[in-house]
Antibody, heavy 121, light 107 residues
Framework: EVQLVESGGGLVKPGGSLTLSCAVY????????MSWVRQAPGKGLEWVAR??????????DYTAPVNGRFTISRDDLKRTVSLQMISLKTDDTAVYYC????????????WGQGTLVTVSS | AIQLTQSPSSLSASVGDRVTITCRAS??????LAWYQQKPGKAPKLLIY???SLESGVPSRFSGSGSGTDFTLTISSLQPEDFATYYC?????????FGPGTKVDIK
């Protein structure tokens, strides 16, 4: 069974920075494409970022609202994926979920419990 | 970006009812669609992928169909644990997007 455990959420002021981390247990991490998905309070789901496996080039993709401000990365030795967030805006307030991607990172077959990021002055 | 719409946005149903939720894509996505169930305060759970493939461990009362632009999620006999919000998601091209959700509550 795959287990994902996020950490690093919290309260940050607009313009501030935060880094989220996700530890992955119980799967062959090196071959998995990983994504972050967020959900603003009372709202729907929004895919945020994806990183391919190293053997597939470790390519990164981002949704437009975060492109240039967020950076997704992975450490295959530590079995972790991170999301570095800078220049945070109030609109970034959300629960951030770490997810594993199905074949070619398509659908999201495993989810963490989520970590809340609140951007407020 | 490909837009997904869902209908209805909410519905009230009784245990044992057959429930159908529709997801429409703004352009053709072949069978690149997944369905998720989310309960309050919990992470979403994958139900269906590739439009009609049942995820391992998901009860067989859930089924998906469709291709191109029009898709449906059907719950053949609604159970008490099925009251939740359901989202579709396409994975045809980046950025992946989700539908706005359909909330299923108790009549």
């Amino acid at each position: 069974e795959v287990q994902l455990v996020e950490s690093g959420g919290g309260l940050v002021k607009p313009g501030g920075s935060l880094t989220l981390s996700c530890a992955v247990y119980g799967s062959t991490f090196t071959n998995i494409w990983m994504s972050w998905v967020r959900q603003a309070p009372g709202k729907g789901l929004e895919w945020v970022a994806r990183i391919k496996s190293k053997k597939d080039g470790e390519t990164r993709d981002y949704t437009a609202p975060v492109n240039g401000r967020f950076t997704i990365s992975r450490d295959d030795l530590k079995r972790t994926v991170s999301l570095q967030m800078i220049s945070l805006k109030t609109d970034d307030t959300a629960v951030y979920y770490c997810t594993t991607g199905g074949p070619w990172g398509t659908y999201f077959d495993n989810w963490g419990q989520g970590t809340l990021v609140t951007v407020s002055s | 970006a490909i837009q997904l719409t869902q209908s209805p946005s909410s519905l009230s149903a009784s245990v044992g009812d057959r429930v159908t939720i529709t997801c429409r894509a703004s352009q053709g996505i072949s069978s690149g669609l997944a369905w998720y169930q989310q309960k309050p305060g919990k992470a979403p759970k994958l139900l269906i992928y590739d439009a009609s493939s049942l995820e391992s461990g998901v009860p067989s009362r859930f089924s998906g169909s469709g291709s191109g632009t029009d898709f449906t999620l059907t719950i053949s006999s609604l159970q008490p644990e099925d009251f939740a919000t359901y989202y579709c998601q396409h994975f045809n091209i980046y950025p992946f997007t989700f539908g706005p959700g359909t909330k299923v509550d108790i009549k």
